[in-house]
């Protein structure tokens, strides 16, 4: 099985180095030295790490046959793809790789559907779920504790306590303002 562990940033300096947008809780057993890692788009690797160091708290490697600022820029957005055996899992109970969410449905606590997870989307602060809605729409739900109350992977559901306004449509939310009186 392989898990996407990371993202190429910039280029950092003029040997080749590259900042590494991180997307494994486990960086120094995924991207150390000597590891050879799978890229997307395949044609741009497989690509091994030469040397790896934290600057101003980013994480900067260099891989093989790229000792320059040009060979570095040219890994910009490039995917770093790591083989996982099939059975591992996160040491914590709480986390989950994207391939175990991937296709739960989601519900809310009181049992409403609300879609299924399509893709999930590593931002700085935070993951969201993207869902999709039976009507072919998506919504954006926080992976956060608040919001995310559990994650069933035996019945395959996500279930969400969603605050006002975050999976209501549009159209329903005005019409609730409406009947209660207030201004659109």
Same mark, same amino acid.
């Given at each position: 099985m392989q898990l996407v562990v990371a993202r190429i940033g910039r280029a950092?300096?003029?040997?080749?180095?590259?900042?590494?947008?991180?997307r494994t809780d486990e960086p120094e057993l995924r991207l150390g030295p000597g590891a050879v890692l =799978?890229?997307?788009? =395949?044609s741009a690797g497989p690509?091994?790490?030469?040397t790896g160091r934290v600057h101003s708290g980013r994480l900067l490697l260099r891989f093989a046959g790229v000792h320059d600022r040009t060979g570095a820029e040219a890994l910009r957005n490039i995917l770093l793809i790591a083989d996982v055996d099939p059975d591992e899992r996160p040491e914590d109970d709480d986390e989950y790789y994207d391939h175990q969410l991937i296709d739960l449905d989601v519900v809310t606590k009181d049992g409403e559907e609300v879609g299924r997870i399509t893709e999930i989307s590593h931002l700085p602060t935070q993951d969201l779920f993207v869902v999709e809605r039976p009507d072919g729409t998506e919504v954006y739900v926080p992976f956060v504790e608040a919001i995310v109350t559990g994650i069933d992977l035996e019945e395959q559901r996500a279930v969400i306590d969603p605050p006002p306004g975050l999976i209501d449509d549009r159209a329903e939310v005005a019409s609730q303002?409406?009947?209660a009186g207030e201004e659109t």
């Open positions: 950092h300096g003029i040997k080749g180095e590259v900042t590494v947008e991180v =799978a890229t997307d788009p =395949a690509l091994t790490i030469e303002r409406d009947a």
